[in-house]
């Protein structure tokens, strides 16, 4: 099964507004990371925030994590036409050298 | 440097047929990860290996396989095709294993089974 479950399943605002995308997970993490995927092509690696990290920037993006509640949020500010995608939580834990992916969120933003 | 590269990049094949997808990492990453996405079931680990070795598998049949060679170019193979295997097939390389750093993904391989 999957280990992150990203919330909501479908996203769509207008340009400029912002978006927020939420993943929840079971078990204790090393990192948590978030990939977006531009219709059916490879991914593309966002931010990797680790489990002692609370919050990191990249750009417009903005990355919590609280690993009381399993759950990580990832915000877009100022959100453009080219933001337009699935994102994807992905987690790994222990030594197993696997990440595993969430389903993802696919996000559009209208012009 | 160039991104991961993957091929061929579109596949139809009929079912019982076996297949063979390449995958040539960002020079210098030893690890290469591959993954499943299908509408279905969403993006699920294969396998990943580093530096010839297979470190981990994920819960897919037999079928499956794979293997890295001395220069971190990777194959994945998929025997006696079922209409199910249908997908978009993903590798992604970094230098260490995705768990610690990103991971680079490949545009990847859309198999069809007929």
């Known amino acids: 099964s999957q280990q992150g479950e990203e919330d909501p399943q479908a996203l769509s605002i207008q340009e400029g507004e912002n978006a927020t995308m939420n993943c929840s997970y079971k078990?204790?993490?090393?990192?948590l990371q978030w990939y977006r995927q531009n219709s059916g092509r490879g991914l593309v690696h966002l931010i990797l925030?680790?489990?002692?990290?609370r919050e990191k920037h990249s750009g417009r993006l903005r990355v919590t994590l609280d690993t009381s509640k399993k759950s990580s949020s990832l915000l877009i500010t100022a959100s453009r036409a080219a933001d337009t995608a699935s994102y994807f939580c992905?987690?790994?834990?222990?030594?197993?050298?696997?990440?595993?992916f969430g389903k993802g969120t696919l996000l559009t933003v209208n012009p | 440097k160039a991104g991961v590269t993957q091929t061929p990049r579109y596949l139809i094949k009929t079912r019982g047929q076996q297949v063979t997808l390449s995958c040539s990492p960002i020079s210098g990453h030893r690890s290469v990860s591959w993954y499943q996405q299908t509408p279905g079931q969403g993006l699920q680990f294969l396998f990943e290996?580093?530096?010839?070795?297979?470190?981990n598998k994920g819960n897919f049949p037999g079928r499956f396989s794979g293997r890295q060679f001395s220069n971190s170019r990777s194959e994945m193979n998929v025997s006696t095709l079922e209409l199910g295997d249908s997908a978009l097939y993903l590798c992604?390389?970094?230098?260490?294993?995705?768990?610690?750093?990103?991971?680079?993904f490949g545009p990847g391989t859309r198999l069809t089974v007929l």
């Open positions: 992905a987690t790994s834990g222990g030594s197993n050298y696997k990440l595993t």
């Open positions: 290996y580093f530096s010839e070795t297979q470190r």
């Open positions: 925030i680790r489990s002692n990290e």
């Open positions: 992604a390389s970094s230098p260490q294993g995705g768990v610690y750093n990103e991971q680079f």
């Open positions: 078990t204790s993490i090393n990192n």
